[in-house]
């Protein structure tokens, strides 16, 4: 799935290292894995309508916004 959000939130070229940071947090969270996709959902859509609320201006580092969003979602600090 992170491969899939890289490559739809523009940062394709890092979809290893995302995905990497990805399963660190899901580790880090201690959540199952039902549980935590629901979260990979739910951060997608804070990324859309966090975008939606820009008008036309497009943020730079969606991904980077997305893993934000699956942490605090997660409750883990990403460092």
Avoid: P
């Avoid at 799935?1 to 070229?13: C, K, N, Q, Y």
């Avoid at 934000?68 to 600090?77: N, P, Q, T, Y």
């Amino acid at each position: 799935m992170i491969f899939d959000r890289s490559m739809e939130l523009g940062d394709a070229t890092h979809k290893s290292a995302n995905s990497t940071q990805a399963q660190r947090l899901w580790q880090a969270s201690g959540l199952g894995e039902a549980a935590f996709v629901a979260l990979l959902h739910t951060a997608r859509q804070r990324v859309r309508t966090s975008q939606g609320k820009q008008g036309r201006g497009t943020s730079a580092n969606k991904l980077a916004y997305y893993l934000r969003c699956l942490a605090a979602l997660a409750g883990c600090h990403r460092s």
